[in-house]
């Protein structure tokens, strides 16, 4: 009895995830200079800008001091959503505090590679292949259907899901996606930035399709293509979508 008295006053839990996140790296510190490019992207995507939840990352700038609350409110601007600042002197992280961001330390390429060898966590009905050899890319295999509200990940491999994504649902990949049915949800590959990697699925109804950060929303798909088994890549700095076979 008093465990299920203690259970009804738990208004949260904390979980750890790997929520894909989409990264603004600054070359420039002109707040200006931002909004005139913002503009530019806004143009030729603007199903991207909407309410899209970004993390400034600064390491790239040799600043100790920044207008970081004038650039938020440029993103904003945009549609954008300014959660976090990644990297940056102690000024900066300051400020990210004041402003209600989040500050991540900068990342370092060896922690970068060996974040993608940490096992998310999985549904039962998970299998995965035998341990490979080091160097190889091992291959995740999901049997069963992702149901909406559900994260299926492979940090270090390709992922093979058979079954369907269902609308809500989420797979993301180091490598690339196969889906041996219908893409509801979304599907983010090549999460560490591996612009070589692919989704391919049975039947294309996805509500987000990401290559190496580049993304494509279901509103900015071809109709002709729902609907049918397709293969996904990014090719001349664009996702291209066509029927698979």
């Known amino acids: ?12 839990n904390f979980k750890g995830g790997m929520l894909p996140m989409t990264v603004m790296e600054l070359t420039s510190a002109d707040p200006e200079r931002i909004r005139r490019q913002l503009a ?26 920044l207008a970081l609350e004038r650039i938020c409110a440029v993103c904003r601007d945009h549609k954008l959503l300014p959660v976090a600042v990644r990297g940056g002197a102690e000024p900066i992280r300051q400020s990210a505090w004041a402003l ?15 974040l993608g060898s940490v096992a998310p966590l999985v549904e039962p009905e998970e299998e995965e292949s035998e341990p490979a050899s080091p ?22 491999s390709d992922l093979i899901v058979i079954g369907a994504v269902n609308a809500g649902a989420e797979v993301l990949a180091a490598g690339s996606i196969h889906v041996y049915g219908a893409l509801r949800g979304r599907a983010l590959a090549g999460i560490h930035g591996n612009t070589d990697a692919g989704i391919y699925c049975r039947e294309l109804e996805a509500e987000l399709l990401s290559v190496a950060g580049n993304y494509k929303r279901l509103e900015d798909i071809d109709s002709q293509l729902l609907g049918r088994a397709v293969e996904v890549h990014f090719i001349r700095e664009q996702l291209e979508i066509k029927p698979l076979g």
């Open 40 to 65: 530019g992207k806004l143009s030729q995507s603007p199903a991207f800008f909407q309410h899209t939840p970004v993390v400034l990352s600064v390491e790239k700038l040799d600043e100790p001091h």
């Open 135 to 156: 160097g190889i890319v091992t291959t995740r295999l999901y049997r069963g259907t992702v149901r909406s509200g559900q994260q299926v990940s492979a940090g270090g």
């Open 100 to 114: 209600g961001l989040g500050w991540f330390a900068p990342v370092e390429e060896g922690r970068a590679r060996a």
């Open 1 to 12: 009895m008093s465990l299920n008295a203690n259970s009804a006053d738990v208004a949260f």
